[in-house]
T-cell receptor, first 108, second 114 residues
């Protein structure tokens, strides 16, 4: 099956810093989403981004489907950004696979 | 607009018992999918239902089953519980079938098997 790798696995930032999270996938995909898992376990939608670039406040995402990767940018990080970030891809057979996750800790 | 609602939020069972979890999707959404999250295996897709039909299924044993009702609410059942079934079970709803649409998740049901 498809491999979905996220990097880095762990990231510690000072409040106010910027960061880039990466999602690499080993095969072509039909769509891709980014999620933030809060401390209570709920997955919060960030972006639905099969291709192109989207921005929402301090967050933006870019997917280059032809090169099989997606990037999530977090600018001016805040402590509330802490948590685990997942990408999820859907293959041509409509099977969904989650990435390995990036655990972000923002220190005041 | 109400979000995805999962019940119960927490439950404790013993080995050999069975458990039923419920998921009510966002109003108007006809697709409900289920996922298991464990520290060792990460997030894994269980199955997806659309208009009361199972459309996709992950690689889980037959002890894991589900169904969807005419009002789009879905239940998943795990029979003969094992210690390894302890996990956070998440459901998501979507307006489109087959994992093709944007997914919206509930808060999850945390199952502990003793």
């Amino acid at each position: 099956g498809i491999q979905v790798e996220q990097s880095p696995p762990d990231l510690i930032l000072q409040e106010g810093a910027n960061s880039t999270l990466r999602c690499n996938f080993s095969d072509s995909v039909n769509n891709l989403q980014w999620f933030h898992q809060n401390p209570w376990g709920q997955l919060i939608n960030l972006f639905y981004i099969p291709s192109g670039t989207k921005q929402n406040g301090r967050l933006s995402a870019t997917t280059v489907a032809t090169e099989r990767y997606s990037l999530l940018y977090i600018s001016s990080s805040q402590t509330t950004d802490s948590g685990v970030y997942f990408c999820a891809v859907v293959t041509g057979a409509n099977n969904l696979f989650f990435g390995t996750g990036t655990r972000l800790t923002v220190i005041p | 607009k109400a979000g995805v609602t999962q019940t119960p939020r927490y439950l404790i069972k013993t080995r050999g018992q069975q458990v039923t979890l419920s998921c009510s999707p966002i109003s108007g959404h006809r697709s409900v999918s289920w996922y298991q999250q464990t520290p060792g295996q990460g997030l894994q897709f269980l199955f997806e239902y659309f208009s009361e039909t199972q459309r996709n299924k992950g690689n889980f044993p037959g002890r894991f089953s589900g169904r969807q009702f005419s009002n789009s609410r879905s239940e998943m059942n795990v029979s003969t519980l094992e210690l390894g079934d302890s996990a956070l079970y998440l459901c998501a709803s979507s307006s489109l079938a087959g994992n093709t649409g944007e997914l919206f998740f509930g808060e999850g049901s945390r199952l502990t098997v003793l």
